[in-house]
């Protein structure tokens, strides 16, 4: 398998007013524009619990990408975008390295003509996600990655309507719009919203083990979500 590519997650709220026409933008003109520039995939997400509302996951080959004349052109040749921007809050736009994966489908790379907005997703293709966004104490950080390898993440993986799991470090920062996430997400994918309520979920979070890792993590913050995009 390649290198694994880079995780872009746009986190944002929108105002009621806005809403409608800015889904329209981003599922055509934006997404579009984005995959010409060379980003890899764009997936969308709304969230069931927790905030803000929508998640976009992008998958890039390389923070550089984003430092490309043809990436800056996505902004510059925008006049749709902008005039939508005044209703969208909470902004945070994040980089991360996938410091695990396991059960991931590799990420097709080789394209030769105009991708369609409408089939933009790469190696993130489930109906539903949660995230769960922390920081850990620093001199934690090697066992909060072993302890995901070794217990946490095979513990989900047993549970229904789990498919994969990311386990992601900040990397980088966007040239434009700032991240105000925390250092560190998991990304589950599921098929089933409801799956987080499982015996096994909750049986992954309360061993020793777990509790420990726990004490160490700070600013938690979890969503469930639900793909809006592509349907």
């Avoid at 986190?11 to 579009?32: A, F, G, Y």
């Avoid at 293709?125 to 070794?150: G, N």
């Avoid at 105000?180 to 994918?189: A, G, K, L, M, R």
């Amino acid at each position: 398998m390649a290198e694994l590519p880079i995780i872009y997650t746009v986190r944002l709220d929108m105002l009621e007013e806005v809403e409608e026409e800015s889904n329209r933008w981003n599922n055509t003109k934006h997404i579009s524009d984005l995959l010409g520039s060379g980003f890899l995939s764009a997936v969308r997400y709304r969230s069931i619990s927790g905030e803000p509302k929508y998640l976009h996951v992008y998958e890039l080959p390389s923070v550089e990408l984003l430092s490309t004349e043809a990436y800056q052109n996505v902004r510059k040749h925008d006049d749709w975008g902008p005039k939508l921007s005044h209703g969208f809050s909470s902004h945070s736009a994040s980089l991360y390295k996938q410091v695990l994966a396991v059960n991931i489908a590799e990420t097709p790379r080789d394209f030769t003509e105009p991708r369609d907005p409408a089939k933009s997703m790469g190696a993130i293709t489930s109906s539903h996600l949660v995230t769960a966004r922390m920081d850990v104490a620093p001199e934690s950080a090697d066992e909060f990655v072993q302890w995901h390898r070794e217990e946490h993440i095979p513990m989900l993986l047993d549970a229904p309507s789990f498919r994969s799991v990311r386990l992601c470090q900040k990397h980088g920062e966007h040239p434009r719009t700032p991240s105000h996430d925390p250092e560190w997400v998991s990304i589950y994918e599921m098929e089933d919203a409801g799956a987080v309520e499982h015996p096994r979920v909750k049986e992954s979070n309360s061993t020793e083990w777990a509790k420990r890792m726990h004490a160490v993590a700070a600013n938690v913050q979890v969503n469930v979500l639900e793909r809006i995009h592509p349907a």
